[in-house]
């Protein structure tokens, strides 16, 4: 069974701080995905990283894809109140057609 | 553009009661439907996913099924609902071999 493991769980931060979160796994992924959920919303799909040592920018977001590809980083600059949310990391299951999930990092960022 | 649709948004049934969930997706065809559940705050657990009208896989053995009457519509039901059924419920549906998923809004179930 492929697992992907997030840390931190929780991160409570002061807006304009930098933080990353991390999804480990020890299994290869074919490629990684990152989402963002709000409360009482579906998680919506940021990035998709498929290439080891990929990096990809969204606006104040990096996210970077290991060289063994089993393992992620997400990177916020100078967060703001918008950020907060469930940051899930998903991988495609060795089952064609199935994701695995990680159980999250709840951010919080104050203003 | 594709679409799609879960309902209802918040749900609240007493023990023993039957459950329908319904989904349904617009602006695609053949999708890979999947209904997930999520405790407060966590991750996803897959209940059942489908390839195709009437081809269902599931994941957990658990109280609850699903269904696919249609090729975009993908229903979760249960008989009786039980206590450990609470929780939030998520349809999503990806195309072909894409490893990207697209969630509905998610149902609220209580039962009390």
Known sequence: TQLLEQSPQFLSIQEGENLTVYCNSSSVFSSLQWYRQEPG????????????????????????????????????TAAQPGDTGLYL?????????????GDGTTLTVKP | SQTI????????????????????????????????????????????????????SSEVPQNLSASRPQDRQFILSSKKLLLSDSGFYLCAWSGGTS????????????VL
Not at chain 2, 24 to 46: C, D, I, M
Not at chain 2, 99 to 110: D, M
């Open chain 1, 41 to 76: 919303e579906g998680p919506v799909l940021l990035v998709t990283v498929v290439t080891g040592g990929e990096v990809k920018k969204l606006k104040r977001l990096t996210f970077q894809f290991g060289d063994a590809r089993k393992d992620s980083s997400l990177h916020i």
């Open chain 1, 89 to 101: 990391c998903a991988g495609p299951n060795t089952n064609a057609g199935k994701s695995t999930f």
């Open chain 2, 5 to 56: 649709h879960q309902w209802p948004a918040t749900l609240v049934q007493p023990v023993g009661s039957p459950l329908s969930l319904e989904c349904t997706v617009e602006g695609t065809s053949n999708p890979n439907l999947y209904w997930y559940r999520q405790a407060a705050g966590r991750g996803l657990q897959l209940l059942f996913y489908s390839v195709g009208i009437g081809q269902i």
């Open chain 2, 99 to 110: 490893e990207k998923l697209f969630f509905g809004s998610g149902t609220q179930l209580s």
